[in-house]
């Protein structure tokens, strides 16, 4: 890439999903009650721009986390190129002046009183809500399996916060040196960032690379169905990048157990459960809505969503459409796409301006159109910049970055650019 094109991405960054040009805000003067159930990127970022667009609303956040965690930077730390501080934010640095902070956490939804419950019994009153609990991991559904095994017997997952990321790098590290057989793959429920599990995939097979060791590594990626990828042309680049780099794909399984000192992982698959002996075990757990989400009345009633608990929603406009002063944003929204911080990003505008238009007696007209986006790391120093929609359409936002092309620029973007991007998100500013 010419180093004006760089230039001009570099400054375009503020990256993939970041980025996009923003209007002239719209405001209310509403005196309107507004809760906002959790303070990762949703929520933080929701409470900045409502109290900017609403600046007569009473705001309140809950949540009981002092530390707020830059989730895109763990494969960073599994790479072993950033440490767990690069990735650790202080909430209280991103609470917009004005806004209340609840430091609980909320143990009830009663969305017929218009009520939160916080863990400590009290009861807090809204005319209008925003879920953005975030997720549960789930490794309990995962038979033999905890968070204590991280790092420990060739067991490793960078979901489980910055120390798991960094306790995942070393076993990474220790089985390129020693050898053996790598497992890797995604469950089958809906997921926060769905191409972690291929960068970790990725990144394993070049430090192999790097370090003289590919021959002595066999590295399988255990798909959860048919495919690696549901957008159907990253789906056939990525097959074809494991197959140019001899890693194997194995469709349709689904991994339920693990005897940890064994080293065998169990599958389920079409025709039965299969066992696989490894050296390395990548694992990812299901995922799932928090207990106060999955027990209210708020998620899905049926349908795809509704096992797992996701919060029925308009996937335009993130709208519950039996409480209709109720949306979900973020990783808690029942809606088809939507599980990553470039999302939250699209999302927040869309629900924010839709209410400050309800709230000044305009129509609703913002909508959400499914955008995410996934800078897929494929070696140390390149990614493929990926964003696409609703649909699996592809959506690049730079028109000289190719987004299945391997660059260095879009690597730049995933190491350089989203932090600080991030950062101004949460202040509602990108």
């Not at 956040?61 to 950033?82: M, S």
């Not at 806004?99 to 009290?122: C, H, K, L, R, Y």
Request: glycine content about 10%; charged content about 20%; overall charge neutral.
């Amino acid at each position: 890439m010419h180093r004006r094109q760089f230039l001009v991405g570099a400054a375009a960054v503020a990256s993939a999903g970041f980025a996009a040009p923003q209007a002239q805000a719209q405001t209310s003067s509403a005196k309107a009650k507004i809760v906002i159930a959790g303070a990762g990127a949703a929520g933080l970022s929701l409470a900045s721009r409502l109290r900017r667009q609403m600046p007569q609303a009473s705001i309140t956040i809950l949540d009981a986390r002092k530390e707020h965690y830059f989730q895109p930077g763990y494969t960073l730390i599994g790479a072993g190129l950033w440490d767990p501080a690069n990735v650790t934010f202080r909430n209280a640095d991103f609470i917009a002046s004005g806004v209340e902070w609840i430091e609980e956490g909320v143990a009830e939804f009663d969305p017929e009183a218009n009520t939160v419950v916080a863990t400590s019994g009290q009861r807090i009153q809204y005319d209008f809500l925003f879920v953005a609990t975030g997720l549960k991991l789930d490794y309990a559904r995962i038979e033999g399996m905890d968070e204590s095994l991280i790092g420990k017997n060739g067991i490793a997952s960078i979901y489980a916060g910055p120390e798991a990321a960094a306790a995942s790098f070393r076993s990474i590290d220790a089985f390129v040196d020693k050898g053996g057989v790598g497992l890797f793959g995604r469950p089958p429920t809906e997921m926060k960032c769905a191409g972690a599990p291929l960068k970790m995939t990725f990144i394993t097979d070049d430090r192999a690379r790097r370090k003289g060791r590919r021959d002595a590594v066999q590295l399988v990626y255990n798909a959860h169905s048919e495919v690696v990828f549901t957008v159907p042309p990253v789906d056939v680049r990525v097959k074809g990048m494991f197959a140019e780099r001899g890693i194997s794909v194995n469709p349709s399984h689904v991994l339920v157990g693990i005897d940890a000192g064994a080293k065998r992982a169990t599958y389920r698959t079409p025709t039965g459960n299969v066992t696989l002996d490894y050296d390395l075990i990548h694992v990812v757990p299901p995922m799932c809505t928090p207990d106060a989400v999955k027990n209210s009345p708020l998620p899905w009633q049926e349908g795809a969503f509704a096992a797992d608990g996701w919060i029925e929603a308009d996937k335009g406009t993130l709208r519950h459409p039996r409480f209709a002063n109720v949306f979900s944003v973020g990783d808690v929204a029942g809606v088809p796409r939507g599980k990553t911080a470039a999302s939250v990003k699209w999302q927040v505008p869309v629900v924010v301006d839709n209410l400050v238009a309800e709230t000044s007696g305009r129509e609703p007209t913002a909508r959400y159109n499914g955008y995410t986006s996934c800078p897929m790391v494929t070696a140390y120093g390149k990614a493929m910049l990926i964003e696409f929609d609703y649909d699996g359409n592809l959506t690049p936002s730079f028109p000289f970055i190719a987004p299945l092309d391997e660059l260095w620029v879009s690597w730049v973007i995933e190491e350089k650019g989203l932090k600080g991007a991030y950062r101004a998100m949460l202040r509602g500013r990108a």
